[in-house]
């Protein structure tokens, strides 16, 4: 019996040591089931999307300084030439650090405010080598200081823009002071609205893909507030106000239009097909621009010029900022063709009959070809048309939403910007002296000249 009784329990220990190990492998198969699946979907960080969007931050980076400071450089008189190139120097360092300090919360901090992104990350408060950022693909994400590099970068450049309006006669404390104001109370709350999940503009279902509202319209309709409240320069209609260089504008625009594929294919978010529809976009838009432009001054005044030639890269690009992730690039030729010739109709014909000194065009390149990009997102988005809208896309809906984004930045923008001008010239007065703008604002204001003899 004692024999059988020990047989029975080394049996019994066998089926239950057997039962346990099978156990054990269970748990640790459900364990290691239960880890691949929370790894599936933990959200993806794609090397190859990080790169490119820190290579695009560059290259908008690129498309200020010195792109935009050698566009606009070469457009003024040379006496005024270091002047530019400080303002945009120190606009996009000025910049810079008050995003990081409020700038990214305000604009994306995370509020539910339609308005505005609130306090929540202000001093980047929360932001780690392991935060996140959203892409327009669900599971994927970036680290989230790319995505405020990238951010920053148009922020900007989109003060940097409205300088244009009154080159040759600001006052550069001005300059600086108006910059930290407008984009506190201008730029990031339209940012937010346009480009936020809880944003306004945005939820009322915008298409806005790279800025045609946030940058170009806002910086179109700031400049030429600014350009009328300043004044005309001294000595137009009677002086040569000729550019002093049309090489280094030519360079500038040049850097302009490499730049901008940071600025539209990297507004994607990520490296796939849906970036490389921008890029062809960026490329298409601005060739018909060009072709345009020069072919109007050709028929109309019987030369094209290397001015309108460049003013047509601009002009290509603005109109081709919204609609860049969205319509097709046969549409996109259209779009600039037909930016080129509105943009080209205010430059020539509008500024004249209201007599307004917008020095280098910003309102009527930026400002305007903002407003027809904007407008014909919402057309040229139809699949009909080569657009990516879905099969119940209206035109019509489209454009009446697009319509309400324009007018909402024009008149935000119009109103406080004004108001923000008007405290500026309290503080520290906007025009420089007489003798300082027949002097040139680059030994005037800064004690250097670009050039000496």
């Known amino acids: 019996m004692k024999l059988v009784a020990t047989t029975i329990s080394r049996a019994g220990g066998g089926i239950f040591a057997a039962l346990a190990a099978g156990a054990a492998f269970a748990q640790e198969t459900t364990e290691e089931s239960a880890a691949a699946a929370a790894e599936a979907a933990a959200p993806i960080v794609d090397k190859g999307d990080v790169a490119w969007m820190m290579t695009s931050s560059l290259l908008v980076l690129f498309m200020v300084v010195p792109g935009l400071a050698l566009f606009y450089g070469g457009l003024v008189r040379s006496k005024n030439m270091l002047s530019v190139l400080m303002q945009c120097l120190m606009i996009t360092a000025v910049?810079?650090?008050?995003?990081?300090?409020?700038?990214?919360?305000?604009?994306?901090?995370?509020?539910?405010?339609?308005?505005?992104?609130?306090?929540?990350?202000?001093?980047?408060?929360?932001?780690?080598?392991?935060?996140?950022?959203?892409?327009?693909?669900?599971?994927?994400?970036?680290?989230?200081?790319?995505?405020?590099?990238?951010?920053?970068?148009?922020?900007?450049?989109?003060?940097?823009?409205?300088?244009?309006?009154?080159?040759?006669?600001?006052?550069f404390a001005s300059v600086i002071l108006f910059v930290i104001l407008w984009v506190t109370f201008v730029y990031f709350p339209i940012a937010h609205m346009v480009?936020?999940?809880?944003?306004?503009?945005?939820?009322?279902?915008?298409?806005?893909?790279?800025?045609?509202?946030?940058?170009?319209?806002?910086?179109?309709?700031?400049?030429?507030?600014?350009?009328i409240l300043i004044g005309k320069r001294a000595g137009l209609g009677s002086e040569s106000m000729a550019p002093h260089s049309m090489t280094l504008t030519m360079v500038g625009a040049s850097i302009l239009w490499v730049g901008w594929f940071g600025f539209n294919a990297g507004s994607n978010l990520e490296s796939n097909a849906g970036a490389t529809l921008a890029m062809i976009n960026t490329f298409t838009a601005t060739a018909g621009a060009v072709i345009a432009w020069a072919a109007i001054e050709a028929v109309l005044r019987g030369k094209a010029s290397m001015l309108g030639a460049a003013s047509g890269v601009v002009a290509g690009l603005v109109a081709v900022t919204p609609a860049a992730g969205t319509v097709g690039p046969i549409g996109a030729i259209v779009l600039g063709i037909v930016a080129s010739a509105v943009c080209y109709f205010f430059v020539s014909?509008?500024?004249?009959?209201?007599?307004?000194?917008?020095?280098?065009?910003?309102?009527?390149?930026?400002?305007?070809?903002?407003?027809?990009?904007?407008?014909?997102?919402?057309?040229?988005?139809?699949?009909?048309?080569?657009?990516?809208?879905?099969?119940?896309?209206?035109?019509?809906?489209?454009?009446?939403?697009?319509a309400q984004a324009v007018v909402i930045t024009i008149v935000w923008c119009g109103v406080i910007s004004l108001v923000l001008y008007k405290i500026v010239d309290l503080i520290f007065g906007l025009r420089v002296s007489p003798e300082m703008e027949t002097t040139g604002l680059d030994l005037s204001s800064h004690g250097e000249a670009a050039y000496h003899s």
């Open 95 to 171: 910049v810079i650090v008050v995003w990081a300090l409020y700038g990214y919360s305000f604009a994306f901090g995370g509020g539910t405010s339609p308005f505005w992104g609130g306090t929540a990350k202000v001093f980047l408060s929360g932001v780690t080598l392991d935060s996140t950022a959203a892409t327009f693909t669900d599971g994927v994400v970036l680290p989230e200081y790319v995505f405020i590099c990238f951010q920053m970068t148009f922020a900007c450049i989109t003060p940097a823009l409205i300088v244009g309006a009154f080159v040759e006669r600001i006052k």
């Open 195 to 227: 480009w936020d999940g809880a944003g306004y503009i945005f939820n009322l279902g915008a298409l806005d893909f790279a800025g045609g509202t946030v940058v170009h319209i806002n910086a179109g309709v700031a400049a030429l507030v600014g350009a």
């Open 349 to 402: 014909t509008v500024k004249n009959r209201f007599g307004y000194d917008d020095s280098l065009d910003v309102f009527g390149i930026h400002g305007i070809g903002g407003i027809v990009g904007a407008l014909g997102t919402g057309i040229l988005t139809a699949p009909s048309l080569g657009g990516t809208g879905g099969d119940d896309f209206s035109i019509a809906s489209q454009f009446l939403i697009q």
